[in-house]
């Protein structure tokens, strides 16, 4: 008979044969994707924290010319969005923090600075996700409806379908 450490290491290797991010071990209660940190404020950001508001969590990098073109349009996007149950969540995962803190004083320069705006850097200590590994040239977007269920998963552009799948979650 196997002992549960075989079967563990078989599983592990099967899930990297497969290609699934091993990172997804780290979901919440029954399965429920984690996102947790703190912006450079030192502002506790969490996916829990958030629920009764739709989220959309924006996986970006400075290394990917796509993501810095889209960063502004989701600061348009939720400005017509204020008074409504919605977030972004701008989830940096550079190699260092300074890009990111980059990123905050040019938005603070501009006055582009919103509460609905969370920018977290994955490599933070304070930092949990279960998002495995994540595309280094392309970003990711990831809605969550008021409730904290993944509704929508784009590896890419954002394309404006998306916002109105956002729409019909806030205004839900």
Known sequence: MPSGRSILLVLL????????PLGAAAAGPAGAPVLAGQTSRGEPVSLE???????????????CPVCLDKLPELRRNLEGWLDKPFVIVALNHDRSPD??????????????????LKNLWRGAAAHRDSF?????????????????????????RVPAELWDDIAELVLD
Do not use: C, H, I
């Open 99 to 116: 890009q990111m803190a980059n990123y905050e004083r040019a938005l603070e320069l501009t006055g582009s600075a919103r509460p609905q």
């Open 49 to 63: 924290s958030l629920r009764g508001s739709v989220v959309l969590v924006f996986v970006w990098s400075s290394r």
């Open 132 to 156: 495995g590994d994540l595309p280094q040239a392309m970003p990711m977007s990831l809605v969550f409806d008021k409730s904290g269920v993944l509704r929508k998963e784009v590896r890419g």
């Open 13 to 20: 290797l099967m899930m990297t044969t497969l290609g699934l």
